[in-house]
């Protein structure tokens, strides 16, 4: 996958965001590398969300430039941002109850050449093929957060939007997030995460950005996440 050219497989520049009149994003500047896994910390209501939407082309109003391997793409909607390989896995996992695990799996459509076969995935995610029956309401938080991921890998994507996947999982089940992330690192995925909860952030992710009111305030190498420990509880106020 090629860049944007300054090193950049995703370079955000002055994003503002609005939902109606209310101005939500207020020139949000950020970058993710070619196979890195960076983060967005930030307390409730930051903006964390929101920015994940705007990227992909999810919320109406936006202004600025945001640039996915060079191409400029704020301009377009959502279902011409994810031909260019980019995929959100939205905080709320969207799995259809009704909907038993391959054809939640199935859903999404390919969009790119390089996505993982089932096979690929169910090899990630062993409990999932274990599962291949069984409907989404049936499946507990951290196999329905698996799916979410999972799906998504089918599409050909190479930029994964991750929102909150570890919220509301037991410990054990986001060791688990945690192992199949370095995986896709290794794969050679990039993945932009928001994320709460930052030991977990600090388990995965080479580089950290906070956000606050909107706007993007710091950056934290992970080398230095522990020095900044200090500054991160007054950020995320915990
Ligand atoms: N659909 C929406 N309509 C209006 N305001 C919204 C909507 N979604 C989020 N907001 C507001 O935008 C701000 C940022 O929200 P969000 O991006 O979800 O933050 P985060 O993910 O960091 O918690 C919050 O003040 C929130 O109330
Ligand atoms: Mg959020």
């Known amino acids: 996958m090629p860049d944007a050219g300054d090193g950049a497989l995703l ?12 101005h939500i994003l207020h020139g949000v500047d950020m970058e993710v590398r070619a196979g890195e896994v960076v983060t967005l910390l930030g307390r409730n209501g930051a903006g964390k969300t929101t920015t994940l939407k705007s ?21 377009l909607h959502s279902d011409q941002v994810a031909r260019l390989g980019l995929a959100i896995c939205p905080e709320e996992r969207g799995i ?18 390089g ?16 599962r291949l029956a069984s409907q989404g ?20 994507a190479r930029l994964l939007l991750l929102d ?3 919220e509301g999982l037991a410990p054990v ?3 688990q997030i945690g192992r199949t992330l370095a995986r896709l690192k290794q794969e050679g995925f990039t993945i932009l995460l928001v994320e709460q909860n930052f030991r977990f952030a600090q388990t995965v992710a080479d580089r950290h950005y906070v956000m606050e009111h909107g706007r993007v305030v710091d950056l934290i190498p992970n080398s230095g996440l522990e020095a ?11």
């Open 115 to 130: 996505g993982l076969t089932t096979a690929q995935i169910f090899e990630l995610f062993p409990n999932l093929r274990e």
């Open 164 to 166: 909150e996947p570890t």
């Open 137 to 156: 309401t049936k499946l507990s938080g951290g196999e329905q957060q698996m799916l979410a991921i999972g799906r998504i890998l089918r599409t050909g």
């Open 173 to 175: 089940i986001v060791q």
């Open 55 to 75: 990227v992909m082309g999810m919320v109406a109003r936006r202004e600025g430039s945001v640039r996915f391997a060079g191409a400029e793409t704020i301009r």
């Open 96 to 113: 259809f109850a009704s909907l038993d695990v391959e054809e939640n799996l199935l859903l999404p459509p390919k969009v790119r050449d």
């Open 228 to 238: 900044a420990m200090p500054k991160l509880h007054a950020y995320l106020g915990v």
């Open 11 to 22: 370079a955000v520049h002055g994003l503002h965001a609005w939902y109606g009149e209310s």
